[in-house]
């Protein structure tokens, strides 16, 4: 078996990137397309308007982002926070990637407070895509690169 050299972790903000989404959306690790009824389920389940994140707010994000993966020691080889998703892409630490990406969406989420946001930032949940590989690690960092 490989070993794992990092990862690619994915998160959207609030109602932003919807099951259904025309540009596609993944469900359980798998990349779907667009499926209008589904689409407008989820439209009608929203509770709050969707959050888009400002230039301001995006700095502001990624620097809490930052500084949390110091208490981690994780080296984040790339990252881009954009108005409705965040792509970082992570070397390996021995922590459970469920608790370093709720600990990096708090992050974020703490300081967008502090500077007076009210709201929900983020949707529940993210998606992670392995790298056993220094190859698959530097086409993560690539693809993230794009975003910024």
């Not at 982002?65 to 792509?87: D, G, M, P």
Request: with cysteine.
């Amino acid at each position: 078996m490989n070993q794992t050299v990092g990862y690619l972790l994915t998160w959207t903000t609030y109602g932003t990137w919807l099951q259904g989404e025309k540009k596609g959306f993944v469900k359980d690790g798998e990349i779907l397309g667009e499926n209008f009824a589904l689409k407008t389920e989820c439209e009608k389940k929203l509770k709050n308007s969707p959050t888009h994140l400002r230039r301001k707010d995006r700095e502001i994000v990624q620097e809490a982002i930052l500084e949390a993966a110091k208490r981690f020691k994780q080296n984040i080889r790339a990252i881009a926070v954009c108005s409705n998703h965040v792509h970082m892409v992570c070397e390996y630490v021995d922590v459970p990637i469920n608790v370093l990406t709720g600990y990096y969406k708090n992050a974020g989420r703490k300081a967008l407070e502090k500077i007076g946001y009210e709201g929900k930032v983020w949707t529940r949940g993210y998606d992670k895509r392995f790298c056993f590989s220094e190859d698959e690690l530097d086409a993560r960092i690539n693809y993230v690169r794009k975003h910024q």
